[in-house]
């Protein structure tokens, strides 16, 4: 109930403007409209949030939304945060933020970005984000190099092949 009552807070809240082309989309999956409301308030300028409240409805929206990023509980009811993952693409991206420091040996094997612990410090979780978004970035603007090099290794003749130059920008 207090997640169904913060979801359509949230959903009031992020509808502010559009979705800005190029904005990273963080998918929010928690249970207690307090932590959700603080979660969107520290991140709502930056980034296009959703927000689920609940393990089944985070499978959901993960498979629909397609999120750039998770910021994703534990300890939920009907479904825990790796139930979640282990039903959704494997290598999402995903920063956990949980009471409980237990979980943080089965996070690392589920290749979290991060592990945060409530109550989460505004300025841990903007640092978490912000270095996911970084590497997100580098990896992004490293494809066409990708490409070119896939391409050249796929080519029969040598006069086929492309230069691949690295720009400043």
């Known amino acids: 109930v207090n997640g169904c009552k913060a979801a359509a807070t949230v959903q009031r809240r992020t509808k502010k403007g559009k979705e ?20 969107v308030q520290l991140l709502e300028d930056d980034y ?13 929206k993960a498979t ?12 939920m009811p009907g479904m825990s945060g790796f139930d979640l993952l282990k039903a959704t693409t494997p290598g999402m991206p995903v920063i956990f ?16 970005l991060d592990y945060l612990l409530k109550p989460i410090d505004a300025d841990e979780l903007k640092a978490a984000v912000a270095r996911f978004i970084v590497s997100r970035n580098q990896a992004e603007s490293h494809q066409p190099l990708y490409k070119n090099l896939l391409h050249n290794i796929s080519v029969n003749d040598q006069k086929d092949f492309k230069l691949a130059l690295p720009t400043i920008g």
């Open 97 to 112: 933020t949980t009471a409980f420091d237990r979980y943080a040996i089965e996070a690392i094997r589920f290749s979290a």
């Open 20 to 39: 800005i082309p190029g904005m990273k989309k963080i998918l929010i999956v928690e249970d207690v409209a307090m932590n959700v409301e603080l979660l």
């Open 48 to 60: 296009h949030l959703v927000v689920a409240t609940d393990g089944g409805e985070g499978v959901e």
């Open 64 to 75: 629909t939304e397609r999120p750039d990023l998770i910021l994703m509980d534990i300890v």
